[in-house]
């Protein structure tokens, strides 16, 4: 099993900045990719970006530019860099990891962050 706990969501005005940060606790040798999705209310949830074990990163169009993914494996954490941001980012942020070789997937409890305009 993986728990996964989110921070660092909050209210920030549009061209702000903000940085979620997630740890990973449990069988966490087993996960290949981590990274973000948002849900907006009444929208299905939607990739922001991931980033695999050896680094490699995906990220959804609407962020390219924006925001970053990085890593640090031996602290079990996954970030998320969000700059200029903009009212149509506003969404619950969920962490992700899934496990190497398998299709188990893990989720958090999700952080709010709102963007105001």
């Known amino acids: 099993q993986v728990q996964l706990v989110e921070s660092g969501g909050g209210l920030v005005q549009a061209g702000g900045s903000l940085r979620l940060s997630c740890q990973a606790s449990g069988t966490t040798w087993r996960i290949n990719t981590m990274g973000w999705y948002r849900q907006a209310p009444g929208k299905q949830r939607d990739l922001v970006a991931t980033i695999t074990s050896s680094g490699s990163t995906n990220s959804g169009d609407a962020v390219k530019g924006r925001f970053t993914i990085s890593r640090d494996n031996a602290k079990n954490m996954v970030y998320l860099q969000m700059n200029n941001l903009k009212p149509e980012d506003t969404a619950v942020y969920y962490c992700?990891?899934?496990?190497?070789?398998?299709?188990?997937?893990?989720w958090g409890q999700g952080t709010q962050v709102t963007v105001s305009s």
């Open positions: 992700y990891a899934d496990i190497n070789n398998s299709y188990i997937n893990y």
